[in-house]
């Protein structure tokens, strides 16, 4: 027993529509089991625990750490690339970057970093690609168990529509995820996900491997990209015109279920979102990425048929790691679409929400006894022009409303990894 105390203001979610906030609150960790003791008003801690040790955070939020349901490791070095809509982004920028993860050492530099920048932005724990060399999610899964954090990740699978150094077949990417989900899947905090990249990228046959995957392996995930673009659909009706739509091609092949994670959503038919309202599917929606390459408006208010949707980066086509960043943007996709997205409930949706689209709320995702405790101090007042607008927020929902349009990593004081600190700014700078 090895307890940690953080004193300052608390939010966590207890439910989608239950926020539990203490504005002088006090969150309890224990660094041995790496799990959440308590929480609540710091009177109340105190009295239960004399003996704490508190750390003190002014101006500060401390609130679970942030989940992003959706994002690619290997496009460090693709954000911002200029011009493109998917397609041409994905032949121009993206493949001929993820043909150096073919080098580990590439792949293990590459996979530091960006866990690192993860944390840099609250975010403790990400649904995300490698490439198509199994050695990318191997040397991925090495550097996050070194950081104790809670991923998922998986080997792209794809073998047409690419270029050959970045094709696999049949056999070899069933035979790859098989061994890595033997490898990694339950060990620690490591999770694995049956990756085939998208529609374009797969024959029928390895599509058909995948499901073969996700039906000997149950409670492996499944991610992949779903009706992003108009042209991509277009091929996607040329590939297999036998399909009734898009989704139809993933749910022919034993794709949807409860633990599968389809990026993006943003053009989908009645009878897609039908299915995936069945099955349990759920759509990550992906705001920045979804501006930046041009695709459209997720139509986030507007569902025919009731869908689990998680928020995501979907860096390097998203330009940000920060998931308040990506709510600020997600604000405005709302926006235009004449649809107010509320400060709570992006909150929620950073935190237990995309815990939950991930089937991880028994773990994470809030601050309940015993859970994993990972968690970030958020500094309210970052910059001088946070500190002045947020000193004059007179409520809960203009503070995190502010946080969210205006925040970034600047706004990270601390992360918290099953109950250790693995990132602080102070340090950083
Ligand atoms: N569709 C297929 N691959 C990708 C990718 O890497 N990024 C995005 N945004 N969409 C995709
Ligand atoms: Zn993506």
């Avoid at 750490?65 to 460090?76: A, K, L, M, N």
């Avoid at 580990?104 to 490698?130: C, I, Q, Y």
């Avoid at 094709?167 to 035979?175: R, Y």
Wanted: one cysteine or more.
């Amino acid at each position: 027993m090895n307890y940690q105390a953080q004193r300052g203001s608390v939010l966590h979610f207890l439910d989608q529509h239950s926020p539990e906030y203490f504005a002088d609150g006090i969150l309890v960790t224990d660094s041995d089991k790496g799990t959440v003791v308590a929480v609540g008003e710091a009177e109340s801690i105190l009295a239960q625990f004399p003996q704490l040790q508190v750390t003190e955070h002014s101006q500060a939020l401390i609130c679970p750490g942030f989940i992003d349901t959706h994002i690619h490791y290997p496009q460090v070095d693709v954000i911002a690339s200029y011009g493109e809509q998917l397609l041409d982004w994905l032949n121009n920028y993206t493949f001929p970057h993820e043909s150096k993860f073919a080098d580990e050492a590439h792949a293990s530099e590459t996979a530091d970093f960006f866990l690192r920048e993860l944390l840099k932005n609250g975010s403790t724990t990400g649904l995300v690609f490698g490439t198509v060399h199994p050695q990318s999610v191997d040397a991925f899964f090495r550097a996050s168990e070194a950081l104790n954090t809670r991923m998922i990740c998986g080997k792209v699978m794809m073998d047409r529509n690419a270029p050959d150094f970045l094709c696999d077949d049949v056999a070899s990417s069933k035979n790859d995820s098989q061994a890595l989900i033997d490898r990694w899947h339950g060990k620690g905090r490591q999770l694995y996900a049956v990756t085939p990249r998208f529609a374009i990228t797969s024959t029928p046959e390895q599509l058909a491997a995948a499901g073969e995957l996700l039906a000997d392996n149950p409670g492996v995930y499944m991610q992949t990209h779903l009706s992003e673009n108009l042209d991509e659909i277009a091929f996607v009706k040329e590939l297999f015109p036998q399909r009734k739509n898009y989704l139809d091609v993933y749910d022919h092949y034993g794709l949807l279920g409860e633990y599968s994670t389809f990026a993006h959503g943003v053009h989908l038919e009645d009878g897609e979102y039908q299915r995936l309202s069945e099955t349990g599917s759920k759509i990550a929606f992906c705001p920045t990425s979804n501006l930046f390459l041009g695709s459209g408006l997720l139509p986030l208010d507007d569902q025919p048929f009731p869908v689990g949707v998680s928020v995501a980066t979907d860096v390097g086509g998203g330009t940000s790691f920060s998931m308040l960043q990506t709510m600020s943007e997600a604000y405005k996709v709302c926006q235009l679409r004449g649809h107010r997205l509320s400060p709570q409930q992006a909150f929620y949706m950073m935190t237990l929400g995309n815990a939950k689209s991930l089937k991880l709320d028994d773990k994470l995702g809030n601050f309940t006894a015993g859970k994993e405790a990972d968690f970030v101090v958020l500094d309210l007042a970052a910059t001088e022009l946070m500190q002045r607008r947020q000193a004059i927020c007179n409520t809960l929902d203009e503070t995190l409303f502010c946080l969210t349009i205006l925040g970034d990593d600047r706004s990270v004081a601390e992360t918290w990894v099953a109950g250790k600190k693995v990132y602080s700014k102070d340090e950083a700078n």
